[in-house]
């Protein structure tokens, strides 16, 4: 169990993310959502500490992770993998050495771009790989391929992390519809068979409502919705987005919805 007792986040004289205390059961997923600004990604990058705790506690299974500090922070981070909207993956290496570049912790930096690792931790690598479609591209240079397939094979990195947590911070929102639902598919999947608890930020009513347990709505920096799918009416979401509802809304933004696409219809001939 993920608890958080009080947490906070100020810059300067701005406060991100104002007191908040509640807790998160081993194997749950979860979204956040609110509007630009509203605190989601502060609060997500504190629970694996990339950004400092200005107060509070935060513990899991008792320990208090805000009190860690040289190796067990280090190990902590990798018990709880991050996977970033925008992959940080190095592009001139090649898909295999990226995931494998997951056992950092395991390895230290040098042993990890060199190449150095086992034959059962290659292999492990080449399942993660596999489960999310993308085996076949292991010795493929890693800038060759389309923003979706990054982000699977970020994902593959965070699973030979090992981790006890996994985080995706806006995961879909540089993705069409085909490839986020890929995607969310991949995280929801990885949560269910793994019993891993997924926390993701999301942008799309939709996307939350079909991919998570429990879905807490952040507005300037407060919780201001914590319940299910079912709890989210459209008025409660018009009340967290505020200005931006409409946006939120929008078919147009990123979306797993798939639409059909429009059918071709013949050319009219003209008979004489």
Known sequence: MLEFKGLTKQFNST?????????IPDGQMVGIIGRSGAGKSTLLRM?????????????????DITALKGRELRQWRNECAMVFQQFNLVGRLNVLTNVMSGRLFHHGFA???????????????????????????????????SGGQMQRVAIA?????????????????????????????????????????????????????????????MQDGVIVFDGTPKDLTDRAAREIYGAEAEEAFSEAMTSTALRPQPVAQPEARVVN
């Open 111 to 145: 042993s990890s771009m060199m190449g150095i690792f086992t034959a059962k931790e290659r292999a492990f690598a080449i399942r993660a790989l596999d489960r999310l479609g993308m085996a076949h591209v292991a010795l493929q240079q890693t800038d060759t391929l």
């Open 157 to 217: 990195r965070a699973l030979v992390q090992e981790p006890r947590i996994m985080l995706a911070d806006e995961p879909i929102a540089s993705l069409d519809p085909l490839n986020a639902k890929v995607v969310m598919d991949a995280l929801r999947a990885i949560n269910r068979e793994d019993g891993l608890t997924v926390i993701c930020n999301l942008h799309t009513l939709d996307t939350a409502r079909q991919y998570c347990d429990r879905i807490i709505g």
């Open 47 to 63: 629970i694996n500490r990339l950004n400092e705790p200005s107060g509070g506690q935060m513990l899991f299974q008792g320990r």
């Open 15 to 23: 406060v991100a993310v104002k007191p908040a205390t509640f807790t």
